[in-house]
């Protein structure tokens, strides 16, 4: 099988370039061949992914973190629009890793590798976001108003990796000045809800997000669903509330938290919107952010 190695180095606070040579050295041990490529700029896993797929590679494999692997995801999925279809491989290297725990792939990298050489084809959906017009795939997930502020958080961070990293990113934005609750109108599958003052909302195609919150402890990246976690008018004790709770999955079924399933969702800001996409920013001041699912999209190697 033809496989190409994207890898991005900086993934991870740097993990995936210190990694990447016992990877090399798991992978030969394997027997497993490849061709290896580094990204170079963001958006550049875009192009590798469908450049490959359009040269004739079978299997394109995603090494660095969730915005890795969402580049090689769009990559892909616009390379199987021009009739060159090419499966995913994942090696987690990330702070993250969400994408990988929603398909089953070994946060490890020995057992990532392992999987590569004697996993199989498994088939799932994927999402489109598209912002004031503006579109692109997802894979695991996209978060808006509390959420998507915890992620902007932790660029500014620069020792800490990983869940940790969320965690703290996390306390760091209850200690400053709130923008949420959010003012917004969110219909799933044409069904307008009432109008919502939202704290964090999580449009989810996997259980978890940040590494460690399971935000949608029952979505499945193969159902032909979404399923969208709604969090209304919390403050500082609401969120402080939530988060033991959101790392369990036990936030479900109580007040003010609601969960959804839909092919479609519609979210429209009274105001901007800052919003998440696997992991990367999305947008700092959307206002119309329209969802769909695209079922059985994807071929993972898993």
Not at 49 to 69: L, S
Not at 160 to 180: E, I, N, P, Q
Not at 197 to 224: H, Y
Not at 275 to 290: K, M, S
């Amino acid at each position: 099988m033809r496989t190409k190695l994207i890898v991005n180095a900086t993934a991870g606070r740097g993990r995936a370039g210190e990694l990447l040579p016992q990877v090399q050295a798991c992978l030969a041990g394997f027997d497993l061949d490849y061709d290896l490529v580094y990204t170079q700029r963001p958006g550049h896993g875009i192009d590798l992914a469908r450049q490959a797929a359009a040269a004739g590679y079978e299997r394109v494999i995603a090494m660095g973190g969730d915005g890795t692997t969402n580049e090689v995801v769009n990559g892909l999925v616009l390379a199987a629009d021009d009739g060159y279809p090419a499966m995913l491989g994942v090696l987690p290297a990330g702070s993250g890793n969400d994408f990988a725990y929603a398909v089953g792939i070994p946060g490890d990298l020995k057992g990532a590798c392992q999987r590569l050489a004697k996993g199989g084809v498994c088939t799932v959906d994927v999402g489109r976001v598209t912002v004031d017009g503006q579109s692109r795939i997802f894979d695991y997930g996209v978060g808006m108003g509390y959420d998507a502020d915890v992620l902007l958080e932790t660029r500014k961070m620069k020792s800490l990796r990983g869940f940790l990293m969320y965690l703290w990113a996390a306390f760091r934005v209850l200690a400053t000045d709130s923008k949420w609750p959010y003012p917004m109108r969110i219909t799933v599958d044409g069904q307008p809800l009432p109008h919502r003052e939202v704290t964090l909302i999580m449009i989810a195609n996997g259980p978890r997000a940040g590494g460690g919150f399971l935000l949608a402890p029952d979505a499945q990246p193969d159902d032909g669903l979404l399923d969208v976690c709604v969090a209304d008018r919390l403050g500082r004790l609401g969120i402080l509330w939530l988060l033991p709770h959101a790392m369990r999955g036990t936030h479900t079924g109580k007040k003010p938290v609601t969960m959804l399933r839909g092919r479609h969702i519609l979210i429209e800001g009274g105001r901007g919107l800052p919003g998440h996409v696997d992991g990367e920013v999305l947008c700092t001041q959307g206002r119309r952010i329209e969802f769909e699912i695209l079922p059985g999209r994807l071929q993972v190697w898993c």
